[in-house]
Nanobody
Framework: VQLQASGGGLVQAGGSLRLSCGAS????????IGWFRQAPGKEREFVTA????????YYADSVKGRFTVSRDNAKNTVYLQMNSLEPEDTAVYYC?????????????????WGQGTLVTVSS
């Protein structure tokens, strides 16, 4: 499967952005999709994920209550709605696919990665 993340940009603190992760392939609905981010000088970290079957979701504590992940299997797309953005959210955001119905938070559990999209939050 090929993934394409988009929607990044520059936003002021307190603002919102919606990222999209488009995917190829007819079995998209079976994949668990995760969002990760990597800030300058830091390691890539888990943000959120949505399972393929059932649409279960899981969030990192740092984004819980501010970010919402959703998927539209008819459009082969997963969305990440980011509200109340903070300068600490500044990072390159990546989407990744896992050939497994269960959510995982570790990078190694994901089989396919898209290119990142840069989110910059100014104070």
């Amino acid at each position: 499967v090929q993934l394409q993340a988009s929607g990044g940009g520059l936003v002021q603190a307190g603002g919102s952005l919606r990222l999209s992760c488009g995917a190829s392939g007819r079995t998209f609905s079976k994949y668990t999709i995760g969002w990760f981010r990597q800030a300058p000088g830091k390691e890539r970290e888990f943000v959120t994920a949505v399972s393929g079957i059932g649409g279960d979701t899981y969030y990192a504590d740092s984004v819980k209550g501010r970010f919402t992940v959703s998927r539209d299997n008819a459009k082969n797309t997963v969305y990440l709605q980011m509200n109340s953005l903070e300068p600490e959210d500044t990072a390159v955001y990546y989407c990744a696919a896992r050939i497994n119905r269960f959510i995982a938070t570790n990078i190694d559990a994901y089989d396919y990665w898209g290119q990142g999209t840069l989110v910059t939050v100014s104070s």
